[in-house]
């Protein structure tokens, strides 16, 4: 996959991560800082870097130096926050340029493919089950073999088995004993949160067209809320059609796009916010 991943940076409290792949500053979590003087912080990293996009999720009472700054709202997620407070997903974007979507039309094709879908739960055909520290090597090859480029170091097996200690879990498909499918459910069990990216879904090559997301997301999701996650999310590939379809059959809502966001697939693409109440 290559060296494509970004830097972690805790800075005045909060989780910040940041890179040339993704050309941008991401804060992950504002933690314990003060936003009116974050924020003026994150612009200078920007701008030292030459990044042309700072991206937040963020409380939505947190939010007034973000907006004053010049941040725009891509995306909200309602009760996103202890399952109460809605979350807002901002963006500022220090080069014009990276607001600007060649693809908008595409994007467009696939949200309204994503609202014509049937929302109904996956039959009971194919076994889920969870993954393990033991599934570590196994994951990391699919993962390697299904994205030319991502965010994090999904590819290493040593990084899989930390974010496990960190309290992402994993599900996934097996045929013949062996892995063809996969998902996650990046979870923050903090009081104040209490919700969970629903992420990492890579299938096989020779094994998709099966639907076998649908069914890791609907395993996932019962698993997450016997663990009291209250709200789940996602932040989907806004030209993949497969993705953007699966989370609407399965009940959530769109919450916006994110403008030219991520390197995922060996470029930087927009991306929709999906999320769902899981009470």
């Known amino acids: 996959m290559g060296d494509t991943n970004d830097?972690?940076?805790?800075?005045?409290?909060?989780?910040?991560?940041?890179g040339k792949s993704n050309d941008r500053i991401y804060l992950m979590d504002p933690g314990t800082a003060d936003a009116s003087l974050l924020v003026p912080k994150l612009v200078k990293l920007a701008e030292e870097n030459g990044?042309?996009?700072?991206?937040?999720?963020?409380?939505?009472?947190?939010?007034?130096?973000?907006?004053?700054?010049?941040?725009?709202?891509?995306?909200?997620?309602?009760?996103?926050?202890?399952?109460?407070e809605e979350g807002l997903f901002l963006g500022m974007f220090l080069d014009e340029k990276r607001h600007e979507e060649v693809l908008s039309s595409e994007y467009e094709k696939v949200r309204e493919l994503a609202f014509s879908a049937d929302r109904r739960k996956p039959s009971t055909k194919y076994s889920v089950r969870l993954c393990s520290k033991?599934?570590?090597?196994?994951?990391?090859?699919i993962y390697g073999k299904v994205f030319d480029s991502y965010p994090f170091a999904i590819d290493d097996p040593s990084f899989i088995m930390k974010t496990m200690d960190e309290g992402t879990v994993y599900a996934g498909i097996e045929?013949?004993?062996?892995?063809?499918?996969?998902?996650?459910?990046e979870c923050s069990f903090k009081e104040d949160k209490r919700f969970s990216e629903m992420t990492d879904f890579a299938t096989l090559p020779n094994k998709r067209g099966n639907g076998y997301a649908l069914h890791l997301l609907a395993f996932l999701e019962d698993e997450l809320r016997k663990r009291g996650i209250?709200?789940?999310?996602?932040i989907a590939r806004a030209i993949s059609p497969g993705m953007n379809i699966t989370f609407a059959k399965a009940g959530y809502t769109y919450g916006g796009r994110l403008h030219n966001n991520t390197n995922i697939a060996g470029n930087i693409e927009s991306m929709n916010v999906w999320y769902k109440s899981l009470v």
Do not use: C, W
């Open 7 to 18: 830097t972690l940076l805790h800075l005045d409290g909060a989780l910040v991560q940041h």
């Open 51 to 84: 990044y042309g996009k700072i991206f937040t999720k963020i409380p939505r009472s947190i939010s007034a130096p973000f907006l004053e700054a010049g941040f725009l709202i891509e995306a909200t997620a309602e009760k996103l926050f202890h399952g109460e």
């Open 134 to 141: 033991q599934d570590a090597e196994s994951m990391a090859t």
């Open 175 to 185: 045929e013949d004993g062996n892995l063809v499918a996969l998902a996650s459910g």
């Open 230 to 234: 209250l709200t789940a999310y996602t």
